[in-house]
């Protein structure tokens, strides 16, 4: 194993310090319980949003801690859940008094920890609603998961739901913006590589030189099948078809196209899945309204990526295109 | 080897295709020959602003077109420059009368035909000035090169010309603010793994299991020497040693900090190497005023990362604040 790190142990602490210096000027980072605020006070009277989850999927969570998404992020130790004990401050930052949106993607890690800390912050006064992201066509119930996992779909539920809240929606609008997201959203992803947990050491799975790994999890977790590596062209067809038979959109229908590198692969090969995607989706009868392509939800070094289609609404589009400005996703201001 | 790719001969024009589709707001893709520009031509009296270099070094260049940056690119064959016939009528797109600024990577391929070029452009009344980067501290000449490499400084060149002819100054103004961010910026790269050419179908050099090779180049070429795993801060205290000693900042000066990710290295593993580079720069007297992380120059899929220090006076850190807006960096607008 060769890392840039020091110590497995310290790897997550250091790594959000290095964060938070970098990107002094959009957040604080708080530590012991460790979470993540936008540098100012919430705005009075805004939702709060805030989301976690363990560590290794950077730029998530706290990347998007900024103007238009989050208010607050709680990574936990590498691919392993935050406790409550750093959720329920989080969740006390986060609020300005109109209450807080917690954002979960579906690992029974996440759900348990986010409900208790909902319960003790409800305890305290704080109005919490939770949006639990189940985007993942590739499994049902997985090695952490019942149901379907929580992937990059995320990103969309936080940047619009992050706008829904910037424009002054109350806590049962922005959580139900953010449910409407996820409801529409599907996703699915492959790996060509495995990925190393620094405290492990080893690979988290087993890939042969010419094998891949189709319906992959953001955590190495096992997908639908491993098969003999393929086209890029085939790769992104066979992500493609189980999404669009899952989300059934109607021809004519508008959709933001979202490819997620999973950590380890160059932007050139994401823009090659790109083009065959967008042909896909356009010989299908939908309108390729918006797009998103880059490393924005990781598994440390994977290579691999996702396909994420979400239906859009005119709302939706305004939502996203509405201006944000975190450390990892800026426009419009 | 496995690749999101469909054929190593394809490879750059999907890629750009995708690329183009996908950012269809930014950018505009001219094919036969291959170039991108903005989607909107060039505002009358505006310094044009263009760069160009093998492909494989994503968002690098075309990911840098848009306003504040460049105005065109010209992406060559997979880490190999491209032709003059390519980087001519690129130039000519970025004319709109007050002349084109070449940023150059100090490669021997791309200087001589950005120097071709510039000869054809001046002929059909374009008046071109270059500014050749050459900010790699690791070696005097190498595999492609007289003299030092271009590597990372180039994004910081680009930022802040594009942001000094976006301003309105002329040809040679903007060229002499390129010449200034090239003279006051130093940096030096790690590999811990190799990358792959698709073309070629195996790593473009060896490293051992527990081996790291300090002062890498962009390519994969060869840097100062082979060395045993180390841990993040030892090989970061590496990195900036010759970087500060070479650039000889004197104590109280201000500087912009840049890690770098080569494409393969996770993002927690470039905050973990900031933390430290950002304790050594304060404990050698200096102000870190500014900040980049992330893959802002790569080298396919290569796991490690590059150091850069630029020393910065008023003048750059307000142009290096000007609002940008292209796929690869946006802030301010």
């Known amino acids: 194993m060769k890392k840039l790190i020091n110590d497995p142990k310290t790897v ?31 705005r009075a009277g805004k939702v709060g949003l805030i989301s976690g989850g363990g560590s290794g999927h950077e730029p998530l969570h706290a990347g998007y801690v900024g103007y238009g ?32 949106v917690h954002i979960v993607k579906n690992y029974t890690g996440d759900v348990l920890n986010f409900e208790t800390a909902a319960e003790m912050a409800e305890a305290e006064g704080v109005s919490v609603r939770t949006v639990l ?17 929580g992937v990059a779909g995320t990103v969309l539920v936080e940047k619009i739901a992050g706008a829904a809240a ?39 799975f087993e890939l042969a030189e010419d094998e891949i790994e189709i319906g992959i999890g953001i955590h190495g977790e096992p997908g639908r099948h491993k ?10 067809q066979r992500l493609l078809e189980p999404i669009l038979s899952d989300l059934a959109p109607a021809a004519g229908e508008r959709v933001l196209l979202f490819v997620n590198g999973m950590g380890g692969t160059p932007a050139s090969e994401l823009y090659i899945v790109y083009r065959h995607a967008a042909k896909v989706l356009e010989a299908a009868g939908l309108i390729v309204e918006r797009s998103l392509v880059g490393n924005y939800i990781t598994a440390l070094e994977m290579q691999g990526c996702s396909i994420s ?25």
């Not at 098969?227 to 992104?236: F, G, W």
């Not at 996203?320 to 800026?330: E, K, M, Q, S």
Request: aromatic share 4%; hydrophobic share 45%.
């Open 227 to 236: 098969i003999p590596m393929e086209n890029a062209d085939a790769i992104t």
């Open 69 to 100: 998404m989050l208010d607050a992020a709680v990574p936990g130790p590498m691919f392993t859940s935050p406790t409550p004990d750093a959720i329920i401050p989080a969740t006390i930052a986060a609020n300005a008094g109109a209450g807080v």
């Open 309 to 333: 289609v979400l239906r859009l609404d005119d709302e939706m589009i305004e939502l996203w295109d509405a201006p944000v400005n975190t450390p990892a996703l800026r426009w419009g201001m």
């Open 166 to 204: 910037e424009r002054g929606d109350d806590l049962d609008g922005v959580a139900a913006i953010g449910q409407r997201v996820n409801d529409n959203v599907r996703s699915m992803g492959v790996a060509l590589s495995a990925c190393t947990v620094p405290h492990a050491g080893v690979p988290s």
């Open 12 to 42: 997550v602490d250091e790594s959000v310090e290095g964060f938070g210096q970098a990107h002094a000027g959009h957040v604080r980072v708080h530590t012991d319980p460790l979470f993540v605020t936008r540098k100012d006070a919430p």
């Open 133 to 149: 992201v189940n985007d993942d066509v590739a499994v049902e119930d997985s090695l952490y998961t019942a149901g379907r996992r």
